[in-house]
């Protein structure tokens, strides 16, 4: 089965800085994707970031980008000049591509990353 | 188009009691997925939905879980006699096929 582990319970940043979130997964599939969602105090869900396994060119969204190390199975998000509304759970997910595959159509998550920023 | 849409936002209710969640996917959606959140925790997968059928279920989904989604549309969520470890948010998403899920505000069940 594939874990997905953020190791990072809390991150703090200054508005207008840069922060690095971390996230490792197992997987024995060759075929899948990335993601990082955003989930605000009292808030839904959204997409930040998303990434195939296949493409080896790193996944940007204006001040997101991912750092995606498919060897050594790890996927952190930079977030470039902090915003107070950045400031949120932040979860990184796993999803096959494989149909058929154990986990495919689902996301498997990791336990979240609590990222404050500070005026 | 709104978004997904659940219904009730906050439910609290009494052990051994029966709950029902309601969700509401983006209309022209096929897919439809539960989630079950803890506090300060990842979402885990409960099941999903491909149009009617009903194509996965995890391991957490116990005998007393049951969800539907008649015609292909809304989905319930149904917990049989509640218990205090049900206490959770539960979260519905729905995609078009493999695009990205979209997530709904989420159910909040306190058990007392």
Not at chain 1, 33 to 56: C, G, H, N, T
Not at chain 1, 79 to 95: K, N, P, V
Not at chain 2, 48 to 60: D, P, T
Request: overall charge neutral; aromatic content about 12%.
């Amino acid at each position: 089965a594939q874990t997905v582990t953020q190791s990072q319970p809390e991150m703090s940043v200054q508005e207008a800085e840069t922060v690095t979130l971390s996230c490792t997964y197992d997987t024995s599939e060759s075929d899948y994707y990335l993601f990082w969602y955003k989930q605000p105090p009292s808030r839904q869900m959204i997409l930040v970031i998303r990434q195939e396994a296949y493409k080896q060119q790193n996944a940007t969204e204006n001040r997101f980008s991912v750092n995606f190390q498919k060897a050594a199975k790890s996927f952190s998000l930079k977030i470039s000049d902090s915003q107070l509304g950045d400031a949120a759970m932040y979860f990184c997910a796993y999803r096959s591509a494989n149909a058929g595959g154990t986990s495919y159509g689902k996301l498997t998550f990791g336990q979240g990353t609590i990222l404050t920023v500070h005026p | 188009d709104t978004g997904v849409s659940q219904d009730p936002r906050h439910k609290i209710t009494k052990r051994g009691q029966n709950v029902t969640f309601r969700c509401d996917p983006i209309s022209e959606h096929n897919r439809l997925y539960w989630y079950r959140q803890t506090l300060g925790q990842g979402p885990e997968f409960l099941t999903y939905f491909q149009n009617e059928a009903q194509l996965e279920k995890s391991r957490l989904l116990s005998d007393r879980f049951s969800a539907e989604r008649p015609k292909g549309s809304f989905s319930t969520l149904e917990i049989q006699r509640t218990e205090q470890g049900d206490s959770a948010m539960y979260l519905c998403a729905s995609s078009w096929d493999r695009g990205e899920q979209y997530f709904g505000p989420g159910t909040r069940l306190t058990v007392t």
